[in-house]
């Protein structure tokens, strides 16, 4: 007869680590969403072979105190939310309590934060298994550097999946360039074998988020074809807006390399979203050619479900056949509108 008995906390942990971490990209995208969630304003990733050998993730955000470092390290343990109403309109890109467990269930790990009131940092470090004793003092500016050594050291299978250095800072990169888009009022840098992959600064405070990014970040991430290209648009209905840039139909792409849709300023794949988008250029595209675009749907929080991938990269929306139709229209009617392309509308 089977025996049926409890796992060990390391191995719920690793399970867990199977769902969010799957390479250096992937361990880049949590820690960074931590940043956003503290409220930094500058982010900067140090990663080197990939991310294979090292990912240090360094921002200026809220911190964490120095009796909360051990929970941050513990499954289930999260500032953001307390109850199922919180969950139901969450509004943190975090909310499972499962990256920096998971994480450190599979890489060693070090984190170092310090508050706005303390006058110096904490240090905890967890080796892949045990988390090692007690925060000790250590200098850091208020913000949280979280270190991340040797993924999958423990892990062979996990392991063996890596592909080389420059495939995974592809991945890394890739990543960076999806947030950076969303996030403009944030400085992001990514340095890679101690080389600067990219320097953003943040733009300028008080203005939308979309347009404080502005054309330089635009040109910067996706290139001077897009932005000479580019219509902005921004449209309203009720509790929707849909706004951000889309690329004239002369300049599609042969593959869908250039499509940035965030919900919430989140990123996701959806097929709801693709299909409206799809519709929309119908007439204008060629066969087999992909529209190029950057855009954001704001919505009450209320109006879509996040929790439905562990990694977050899909939603639900409640009401998905008025969003797609609500999409449709605003894509539709500013490709209709046609050519008024960003540069021309001073937007810079
Ligand atoms: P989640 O983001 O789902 O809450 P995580 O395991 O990613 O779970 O992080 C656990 C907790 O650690 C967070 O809820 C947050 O309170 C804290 N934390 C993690 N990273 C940071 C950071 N960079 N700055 C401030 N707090 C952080
Ligand atoms: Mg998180």
Redesign the pocket.
Known sequence: MPTIRPLPPQLINQIAAGEVVERPASVVK??V???L??G?TRIEIDIERGGIKRIQ?R?N????GRE?LA???S?H?????ASLSDLESVA????????????ASVARLE?V?RTADEPHGWRLASDGSEQAGAPAPAAHAP????EVHDLFFNVPARRKFLRTEKTELGHVEQLLRRMALARGEVAWRLQHNGRTVFDLPAGAAGKDDWATAGVGRLRALLGEGFVAHGLTLDEQAVDLRLHGWIAQPAFARSQGDMQFFYVNRRLVRDKLVTHAVRQAYQDVLHHGRHPAYVLFLELPSWQVDVNVHPAKQEVRFREGRQTHDFLFRALHRRLAAGVEPMLSVGLT
């Open positions: 949590e820690l969403e931590n940043s969630d503290a930094a993730v921002d955000g809220v911190g964490i909360q929970l941050a390290l499954r343990a999260t500032s953001k939310i943190t890109m975090g909310f499972r309590g499962e990256a920096l467990p998971s994480i984190i934060s913000g949280t550097t979280v």
